[in-house]
């Protein structure tokens, strides 16, 4: 069935378009992009005042399944996705088991397959078990399906690993995505270190820990020429690191989070476990440099790290609360409030953050752009549409968002991913 | 008087009035210590909850008499024999306490905010008596209170705090009273147990005790966990004591007339020179004393009197 978008302001980075255009949609492709096109026998979605951008791709969920289905599965997350914005996911490998074998990502692959509305691309582990001491077999995972590496949420400690890792991982021009901690810094900690943690005397984690492993991550990068993407960038000294890094023309890109742009520790006078997340949430002078650094283009993307968790889990004394925030659902309102109606960043850049930047990372050469042939992965967005974040009313099976009763102005309205409207 | 909270869940939200109710009370709760039959009926009928999860003499044993002595009923929680070994959480142990109809429970946990948490689906007063690193609010208002009792007024006084201030719920909710009334706090400890950043509290610091105790009125001395050496905090608890031990030595750099505390557990020797603690200058069992005074007044503010439209 063919779908034709009508009258929509198509924002497109990759080929340098904003204007007002008709896209024809067949067989899951995009087959005419033109200021006015009549077809018969089509359905047609009227785009006036909306804003038609490549689909969004988050570089960084996670889906609990397998293993913790009580927290989300592959179904309820991409359910989530869709409502959000987003067409196309990428799932971390922490799952139980751990997805380091080609029978995991299978799994995963044929799971999204028959209950996934979104595009699901898994992460495979850089290290088996994600214990940081042997790699993984990296060109099996590729063949099975694995979009990129990473040991999220378990920093490759030993940097003769990491560097093998990222030796080997060239053989495949594979991505790594590191999750940069220095675990011996931040030992115990819950909260960034600064004035709030010395005032609640909270464990903390300071800045360091995160410095210290970007700043050897980009040292590897540069001795093995490897792909290495930093997840979650959450301080100034990680950002200036990055610049440096980029300056020298070393392949390293880097992820930010809406959490780490629109909170900060001071929140954390409230002992709120939904604001419990590592890297933790950061001081103003951190979220200052990351806003310039978008503004001036070193980030590369935005990605939501949506780690669900039940009520239950959260539902304790901080100390014993998970890490995490539920991201999929709030993000986009959250990104287009914040810092698109507020001027602070261009439309099209942050369609460049969200769409176009993520599938150049990850190598998807047919996504992330709108041009005839590439995949019919749309988000349809409208600027003024006002929400009220209400975690009730979410998808995901978690609930973990300190957003709940924000009120944001701009949202997604409609999702289509290969040409099929999955949500609207 | 009024005194508009709830819970006493620190120091910080309390406003100097409110501070100023707590000691005033106290001072009329002091006699009752002292009589023959130590007991007054103002809170009988009451439940108290005395909930701790970590090891407590002191504040335990206070809060306890504190509300023998105004009749009230406490029940003592005790950790190691309760469900909390079979894995029952924080929440499901408070929300049973609460259903024997508990009026107030006294928390003390070593996750701080944990009585924060607790307060937000408690009907039960709140009480905390220590949460981790956090606030421990009645050993600061019966420092204060032991202060007034030596100095008459806090304003003006210079109080110099020593040792692990990192991680000390007393030292932190000392900072916050004594800033509050007007007292010149001055905070002295190894780096790494004292960053830099606590300036940021109105309090001046300093790495040199010989140079801070100069012309201090008060000397708080605070217990250092043996185990901190471990972790590299500092070198051994031989250089800690040459550098921080309070000896009569240094002592005798303070003001003729100024007083030693410890909120105790004490290292004898370590922290604090051993005939400093049994000498006319340490008020360190007068401060568990008037602990008492202090903790009925606080039940008594709570707990007292009937029950009213109240804010935290």
Known sequence: MRLLIKNGRVIDPASNVDETLDILIDRGKIVKINPKIEVNGSKIIDASRLVVAPGFIDMHVHLREPGQEDKETIKTGSLAAAKGGFTSIACMPNTAPVNDSRGITEFIISEAKRNAVVNILPIAAVTRGLCGEEITDMTDLRNAGAIAFSDDGHPIENSLVMRRALEYSRLLDALIIDHCEDRKLSAGGIMHEGITSLKLGIKAIPASSEEILVARDIVLAKETKAKVHIAHLSVKGAVDLLKFAKQQDIKITAEVTPHHLFLTDASLESFDTNLKVNPPLRSEQDVEALIDAIKEGWIDAFATDHAPHTPDEKDVELDKAPFGINGLETAVPLLLDKLVNKNILPLDKFVAMISTNPARILGLENKGKISVGTDADLTILKLQKDVIVDTNQFFSKSRNSPFNGWKLKGAPVMTIVGGKIVHS | ?312
Do not use: W
Not at chain 2, 98 to 114: T, V
Not at chain 2, 176 to 181: G, I, Q, T
Not at chain 2, 205 to 224: N, Q
């Open chain 2, 1 to 312: 008087m009024p005194f508009d909270h709830k819970h006493l869940l620190g120091i910080e939200p309390l406003s100097k009035l409110d501070i100023l109710t707590i000691l005033d009370t106290a001072e009329s709760f002091v006699e009752i210590s002292t009589r023959e039959v130590k007991k007054v009926p103002t809170l009988r009928g009451k439940t108290i909850v005395n909930l701790f999860f970590e090891p407590s003499t002191r504040t335990r044993c206070s809060f306890e008499l504190a509300a023998k002595r105004l009749s009230a009923d406490i029940v003592n929680f005790n950790k190691q024999f309760s469900s909390v070994v079979k894995g029952e959480t924080l929440k499901d142990t408070v929300l049973n306490l609460e259903a024997m109809q508990s009026d107030a429970i006294i928390i003390r946990h070593a996750c701080p905010g944990a009585p924060h948490y607790i307060s937000a689906f408690c009907r039960s007063h709140i009480i905390n008596a220590g949460d981790g690193a956090h606030e421990h609010p009645t050993q600061a208002l019966l420092d204060a209170f032991t202060i007034r009792q030596k100095k008459k007024n806090l304003e003006g006084l210079k109080i110099v705090i020593v040792g692990d201030i990192l991680h000390s719920r007393v030292a932190r909710s000392n900072i916050f009273l004594l800033n509050k009334m007007g007292a010149e706090v001055v905070c002295v400890g190894p780096p790494a147990l004292l960053p830099e950043e606590f300036k940021e509290f109105g309090i001046a610091f300093d790495y040199t005790l010989d140079r801070a105790i100069r012309g201090a009125d008060v000397i708080m001395m605070l217990r250092i966990q043996l185990e901190r050496q471990q972790k590299n905090l500092f070198p051994s608890i031989r250089e800690y004591r040459d550098l921080f031990s309070l000896t009569p030595k240094r002592f005798r750099r303070a003001k003729r007339n100024a007083i030693i505390m410890h909120p105790g557990p004490i290292n004898r020797g370590v922290e604090i020179s051993a005939n400093l603690v049994d000498s006319a200058k340490s008020v360190i069992l007068q401060q568990v004393e008037n602990g008492i005074a202090v903790r009925m007044a606080v039940l008594y503010l709570l707990l007292g009197g009937k029950e009213r439209e109240t804010t935290d």
